[in-house]
């Protein structure tokens, strides 16, 4: 299989080729090159802008089922495991509403090009989400979770299904639970991720001291107080962080400290975080992201380090690098999504990464690549 592509943003770091063919071999790119190729079996995207697949790297799809909950509630109220509002009514959701939810979001990550998820699941549906992804050809991580007062009985199996630990705050566990979590998730090669420092109060209790010291997560999620020295810390111990920012200000907790993490070489991602709360649309997340880094301090911003927290950078997660294909390159599984050069204006703009960036949407996503597969995007 042959893919030409007007445009083609390849490798780690993303440099432009014009004009490109993909070519593919058992699902795997064996060969890159420039001009088309219009000989044996081709596909030839007019207007086509061949990129990375997207990666949504954080996000809670079962509260789908119930949108806009809370909206006078603060996130205390809304969200804190066990009694706030999103648990409770997680709890009367039905089978039928659990599928729902998952399907209807799943669908939404595909027509905006998204291949890759990661998803904090807090029921115990992680199977069936795993199932319902693979169905329509999405690479799902789904991150379990342990109630407090179970978690030496539970862990396992949990682990027998889901890719690994997301929790909600480490606060919420002992010291002891922690350092069991961290063990059982290295004895069975599983991702650990938790969410830290998203409100002033949870930092100041400590919580990403105790999950640096106790539960040694690969992935932290939020970090929207974390201090300078923190961010370096995150940096000398390879630890990814995912973003969310239209989330963090939704639920008026802070803005995240974009521009110190990218200074400080952290390996930054983006998530939509709650799906009943924030619509599962990683490209508002881009445009939201290079905004706040102009505030930052100082206007210019690459845009194409923007676009790799939603592409390439999800492949420098330790234990998830090796399983998730997120590069154009040859050698490669082929796993990319191909744009609209067209509707996005690309032929007019001074810089092909800031148009993807600030003009990107679910409008402009043509199909996707995965495999020796074309995908349409459904309607």
């Known amino acids: ?130 199932k319902l992804a693979q169905e329509l050809e999405i690479d799902a991580v789904v991150l379990g979770r342990s109630r407090a007062s179970r978690v030496f009985t539970s862990i396992k199996d949990i682990l027998r299904v889901a890719d690994g630990l997301g929790l909600d705050s480490p606060l919420r566990y002992s010291r002891g639970e922690l350092k069991y979590m961290r063990m059982e998730c290295n004895r069975f090669s599983k991702l650990v991720s938790t969410h830290v420092a998203e409100t002033k109060s949870d930092y100041e209790y400590g919580d990403f001291k105790i999950a640096l010291d106790y539960l040694e997560p690969e992935l932290m999620v939020h970090g929207v107080h974390l201090s300078e020295e923190d961010i370096q ?68 911003v690459d845009p194409k380090e923007i676009l790799k927290m939603v592409t390439t950078n999800v492949t420098k997660i330790k234990r998830l690098g090796s399983k998730v294909s997120n590069v154009i390159d040859e050698g490669c599984k082929a796993n990319f999504t191909i744009l609209d050069s067209y509707e996005l204006g690309v032929r007019r703009s001074q810089n092909i990464y800031a148009t993807i960036v600030k003009r990107g949407s679910p409008s402009a996503v043509r199909c996707l690549i995965r495999g020796n597969k074309k995908i349409e995007i459904p309607a």
């Not at 803005?255 to 599962?280: H, M, Q, S, W, Y």
């Open 233 to 300: 810390l995150l940096s000398e111990k390879e630890i990814s962080i995912v973003i969310c920012p239209r989330s963090n200000m939704w639920f008026d907790v802070g803005i995240p400290p974009v521009r110190k993490l990218l200074e400080n070489n952290v390996n930054v991602l983006l998530g939509t975080d709650n799906a009943g709360v924030i619509e599962p649309n990683i490209w508002r997340e881009l445009e939201t992201t290079y905004n706040i880094l102009r505030m930052q301090g100082g206007i210019y």
């Open 1 to 130: 299989m042959i893919v030409n592509v007007d445009y083609a943003l390849i490798g780690q770091d993303l440099d432009i080729i014009e004009k490109a063919h993909i070519e593919i071999i058992d699902g795997i790119i064996a060969h890159i090159g420039r001009g088309h190729v219009v000989h044996g079996n081709h596909v030839s995207v007019n207007h086509g802008i061949a990129i990375p697949s997207l990666v949504n790297a954080h996000i809670h799809i079962f509260d789908y089922a119930f949108l806009e909950y809370g909206i006078e509630l603060d996130l205390s109220k809304l969200v804190r495991e066990p009694y706030g509002l999103k648990h409770k009514l997680l709890a009367m959701l039905t089978r039928d509403d659990i599928f729902y939810a998952c399907r209807r979001v799943l669908e939404k990550l595909l027509r905006s090009g998204v291949a890759t998820t990661i998803i904090f699941s807090e029921l115990a549906e992680c199977g069936e989400v795993k």
